[in-house]
């Protein structure tokens, strides 16, 4: 119901005392209009709730940031009685938009509103609430069941970066200091060649075949490139405008691009995410890289582990890694002390500061600390 609604009842009200009271037709005349006109409203609004059918899509559920996608909407009123346009609430990457859409009768309507993503995430973007109204205003019902605005995953963009070698002596295929087959793990057995060690003579099958026999053992797996991304609410953006959310894509899009580039030369990857939405990634393909970007994506950046637990945990991956790349937008001395604790375990280390203000001093005496441990450091400015 609404304003007018009250206005015609007590119109209603004074019509019909004075039909009643003076007998005049007039006011029997514009009472019997104001009852029909109420009536109308009541039973056309229902009706058109009730049979009017709404559907809302998306052209693409997954595109990457700053792109631009559309939502169609289709609405069909199957009822007779005419009603006034319908009032729809959308809820875009912009921002909350109302707009009046005329259903028509018996037929459908269909309408297009292309909307421009620029950050990652998951963004909801359709109609949240809907309205249905008579002719003269009277009632207005909000459409009840109505289909929940659809999802778009937004997923991060990558940037070219410096490719980031491994420890000296680490082609990137074993460990400097260790041996290139694990000997604890025999694979199989083989004729002997000219130059293998005696120490891999198996001297039982030897005898019994009466030649030389040497074990084969496997060979490990490369090491991995560990990615650390501080999942935590990010810090250093107070005063920007659309500070958080330039943050966050730029994480991500630090993330996707060292990860991307590791890849491509063949070296697995390993991205475990301790954010409120905890996963893990780990591929050597550059084709894997879809996943990371919706893992990514899906990252609300709000609680999860302190970055300084996540590297003290991650300490015991270091055996088998071979380079460590962490990416945060805080540095103080837990941080510092976490990172100096990974390149003293092996790996090399390359640090990338998410930062608004490259040139604080405050940061300095940490950077010098980090240097002084051989750990490269980067910066990385949202744009």
Not at 121 to 127: D, H, I, S, W, Y
Not at 217 to 231: G, K, Q, R, S, V
Not at 248 to 261: P, R
């Amino acid at each position: 119901m609404t304003a007018r609604f009250f206005v015609a009842v007590c119109s209603l009200l004074v019509t019909g005392l004075c039909a009643l009271s003076l007998g005049g037709r007039v006011f029997y005349l514009a009472s019997w209009a104001l009852i029909l006109m109420l009536a109308y409203g009541i039973i056309s609004v229902l009706l058109a709730s009730r049979m009017l059918s709404f559907q809302q899509i998306v052209s693409d559920y997954k595109v990457e940031r700053a792109s631009r996608t559309s939502l169609s909407i289709e609405l069909r009123n199957k009822s007779l009685l005419p009603i006034a346009p319908l009032e729809l609430y959308l809820q875009l990457p912009d921002g909350p938009v109302t707009i009046f859409l005329d259903a028509g009768m018996l037929r459908a309507r269909t309408a297009s509103f292309p909307f421009f993503l620029p950050h990652v995430g998951v963004v909801p973007a359709g109609v949240e609430a809907l309205y249905v109204s008579d002719l003269f205003h009277l009632f207005r019902l909000k459409r009840k069941g109505l289909q929940a605005p659809p999802k778009v995953v937004v997923l991060p963009r990558s940037f070219d970066v410096e490719k980031l070698a491994f420890l000296a002596r680490d082609d990137g295929k074993a460990l400097p200091n260790r041996a290139s087959e694990d000997v604890t793990s025999p694979e199989d057995t083989r004729n002997y060649r000219q130059g293998d060690p005696l120490k891999r003579i198996h001297w039982k099958l030897s005898s019994r075949k009466r030649e030389l026999i040497v074990r084969r053992f496997e060979i490990p797996a490369p090491p991995d490139t560990l990615i650390l991304m501080d999942c935590y609410d990010p810090s250093g953006y107070a005063g920007q405008p659309d500070g958080l959310n330039r943050m966050k894509d730029t994480l991500c899009e630090t993330a996707l691009s060292v990860a991307k580039m590791q890849m491509e030369g063949s070296h697995p990857v390993r991205v475990p995410l301790y954010g409120a939405r905890a996963s893990e990634f780990k591929a050597d393909r550059p084709g894997s890289l879809s996943l990371l970007q919706e893992e990514l994506a899906y990252q609300m950046f709000r609680g999860g582990e302190p970055f300084d637990k996540v590297l003290n945990v991650e300490l015991r991956r270091m055996r088998r890694t071979g380079a460590t790349l962490v990416i945060t937008t805080r540095l103080d001395a837990a941080v510092v002390e976490g990172v100096k604790h990974i390149r003293r375990s092996g790996p090399n280390v390359r640090f990338y500061l998410v930062t608004f203000t490259p040139d604080n001093e405050a940061d300095a005496p940490f950077v010098q600390q980090l240097q002084r441990h051989l750990v490269e450091v980067c910066y990385v400015t949202p744009a």
